[in-house]
């Protein structure tokens, strides 16, 4: 089956563009928009919709190949190899839904993106405890992970309990 990828770069996240390429690919697997068998965007295509440099398209597919998680076949493309989704993150799950929830009731409370993303990152980080101590934090993830651990921080040195104003 063809599933169409549409990569969106953003260069001013301090996330190197390879990474975010890599990131999006594997959130697609998660999210089971990319199964295995399903060709990725060729390097041409890529750098058309992208306008970067198709090295870098290369290097991370290299990388997803590396992984394990896609093959380049040559003459044909390269091909997502393994899945990384699970039943409860699939577009339409349950959980899904309740989270989409959520988030509306968190916008209309008044959360903006970077609330939302510091109160997410400080709750992940108490039931899962932290990528240090886990060993599962994504290249690429530091920007998140270092401002939502400020805020926490921020919010306890001034007596107050993370996500509370």
Avoid: C
Wanted: proline share 6%; aromatic share 4%.
């Amino acid at each position: 089956m063809v599933r169409v990828v549409e990569f969106r770069i953003d260069r001013r996240s301090g996330v190197a563009t390879y990474l975010q390429i890599v990131q999006q690919v594997k959130q697609a697997l998660r999210l089971g928009l990319l199964t295995p068998g399903d060709k990725l965007p060729t390097a041409k295509e890529v750098v058309a919709a992208t306008a970067i440099n198709p090295n870098t398209v290369l290097k991370a597919y290299r990388e997803l190949d590396r992984e394990g998680l896609v093959e380049a076949r040559p003459g044909l493309g390269t091909f997502v190899r393994r899945s990384l989704a699970r039943p409860g993150a699939a577009a339409g799950s349950p959980l899904r839904v309740e989270l989409g929830a959520w988030m509306e009731r968190a916008r209309a409370a008044g959360l903006d993106r970077e609330d939302v993303a510091a109160l997410v990152a400080s709750v992940l980080e108490e039931s899962y405890g932290s990528p240090e101590q886990t060993g599962d934090r994504p290249a690429g993830d530091r920007p998140l992970h270092d401002t939502a651990h400020a805020t926490h921080d921020a919010t306890h040195e001034a007596g107050h309990p993370a996500g509370a104003r």
